[in-house]
């Protein structure tokens, strides 16, 4: 099924996250451990995947991009 956005719910979703994820990265010194738990994301690696296949970079190289 797809949105009215055209994509997936679950991508969705995990554009929406990493989108807050980006405005964390940007405006806190919170550790990307601590964005992953608020996002609600248990695993650090699987943060890290999703992070990176939305935007195409790791968090930490985005974080360092600013």
Same mark, same amino acid.
């Given at each position: 099924?797809?949105? #009215? %956005?055209?994509?997936?719910?679950?991508? $969705?979703? %995990?554009?929406?996250?990493?989108?807050? #994820?980006?405005r964390?990265?940007? %405006?806190?010194?919170?550790s990307?451990?601590?964005? #992953?738990d608020?996002? *609600? $994301?248990?695993?650090?690696?699987?943060?890290?995947?999703?992070?990176? #296949?939305?935007?195409?970079?790791?968090?930490?190289? $985005?974080? *360092?991009?600013?």
């Open positions: 099924m797809l949105l #009215a %956005t055209g994509e997936g719910f679950i991508r $969705y979703v %995990t554009r929406i996250k990493m989108e807050e #994820a980006c964390l990265l940007d %405006t806190t010194t919170k990307i451990e601590e964005i #992953a608020q996002l *609600g $994301y248990e695993n650090k690696s699987y943060f890290n995947k999703c992070f990176k #296949a939305i935007l195409n970079v790791p968090p930490i190289e $985005y974080r *360092g991009q600013k």
